[in-house]
């Protein structure tokens, strides 16, 4: 159907449902000029924006709408995680290009509910607008965290211990695979891919090294291995050596770099959008923070050590070889 056949309002009525999950936080959601909203005691707000363009950050030919609306606020759930935060409360702006029909944006709204209702995340309102001809879509965000219980890029102190969770470039693998092969994907494939289009944020371990002593510094892998380090480092005046052997790469990727003689190593350092936690842990809280992570059934790898030469990102070679990185992971206007 049209856009223009139910006009702005009559979308946002469609929308309109299943938009809240956490009601006691809510005075009033959509419908008026602003929400209205019940701020938790004790906490800190943490708030956090990102924006999503089609032809920069997605092409609907791969992703669909259903993983735009669910990416869009995968990333910024992401962001809260990377604070240690709990999300809270979104408001979202889009942009609507002519063509795109009523059906799309429900699509795009039925992946955003699914990826809200999974992390208690209320949709409080937004914006509808049209844009010329791609899909833009902003998302805003609220979270809270303990007070006092926030985790900065910034902590970092040499002799801490680099951590990640989960597996590394397997977000880059499946971009490769879209970007290189046309359709049908074997299984392993598809869900390579799934990693790319379906991120999911580490909200749980997020909470989890907020509550914990030891975590010096904390930052979600939006941008590569390479890349978030140098802002770990910057910001906390240090620098870092990071151990190849040890850097978890998901044994399907590894596989299909090595059927392609592609180098998974370049996934990891330069290719991103994995939404991992990247933290450093003093090293007499390592044993600590494993066990709670484990106990809780997130994964964790300890990737490399802080060290006090500041920027200065070294990569240790399986072969033992030490190489100073420069690769800075994606950036927009480079
Ligand atoms: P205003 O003119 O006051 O900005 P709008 O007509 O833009 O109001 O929006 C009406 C209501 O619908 C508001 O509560 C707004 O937050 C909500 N809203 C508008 N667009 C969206 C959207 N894309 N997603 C969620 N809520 C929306
Ligand atoms: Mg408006």
New binding site residues.
């Given amino acids: 159907m049209e856009l223009a056949k139910v006009g702005?309002?009559g979308l946002?009525d469609l929308?309109n449902r299943r938009m809240i999950f956490s009601p006691e936080g809510v005075i009033a959601g959509?419908?008026?000029?602003a929400?209205v909203l019940k701020p938790s005691g004790g906490q800190w707000q943490l708030f956090a924006t990102d924006m999503l363009i089609e032809g920069v950050h997605f092409r609907l030919d791969w992703s669909g709408y259903y993983a735009v609306g669910y990416k869009a606020l995968a990333v910024n759930i992401s962001d809260i995680a990377a604070m240690g935060g709990q999300p809270t409360h979104a408001?979202?702006?889009?942009g609507i290009p002519e063509g795109a029909q009523v059906e799309d944006i429900t699509e795009l709204y039925r992946g955003l509910k699914d990826i809200a209702e999974k992390y208690q995340v209320n949709?409080v309102?937004?914006?509808?607008v049209k844009s010329p001809e791609r899909v833009v879509i902003n998302i805003a965000l609220l979270g809270e965290v303990p007070e006092g219980k926030a985790i900065y890029r910034s902590g970092a102190k040499p002799g801490d211990i680099i951590y990640t969770t989960g597996y590394l470039g397997t977000s880059a693998a499946g971009l490769h695979l879209l970007q290189h092969f046309q359709p049908p994907f074997t299984d392993s494939q598809q869900q390579i891919i799934k990693a790319h289009i379906l991120p999911e944020p580490c909200v749980k371990a997020g909470v989890l090294l907020s509550q914990l002593e030891g975590v010096t510094a904390l930052d979600d892998n939006s941008d590569g291995l390479a890349a978030e380090l140098r802002e770990i480092c910057r910001a906390s005046s240090v620098g870092c050596l990071v151990w190849e052997r040890t850097l978890p790469i998901a044994s399907d990727v590894q596989k299909m770099s090595m059927d392609l003689g592609l180098s998974s190593l370049d996934w990891v350092l330069n290719g991103g959008e994995d939404y991992e936690l990247l933290f450093t842990v003093q090293p007499e809280k390592q044993a600590l923070v494993e066990d709670t992570l484990r106990q809780a059934g997130i994964q964790c790898t300890a990737i490399g050590i802080i060290t006090s030469t500041i920027n200065e990102i070294k990569l240790e070679y399986l072969n033992g070889n030490k190489e100073l990185l420069t690769a800075t992971g994606y950036n927009h206007f480079k």
Avoid: K, N, P, Q
């Fill in positions: 702005e309002f946002i929308l959509i419908g008026d000029d929400a408001v979202i702006s889009i949709l309102g937004g914006d509808t």
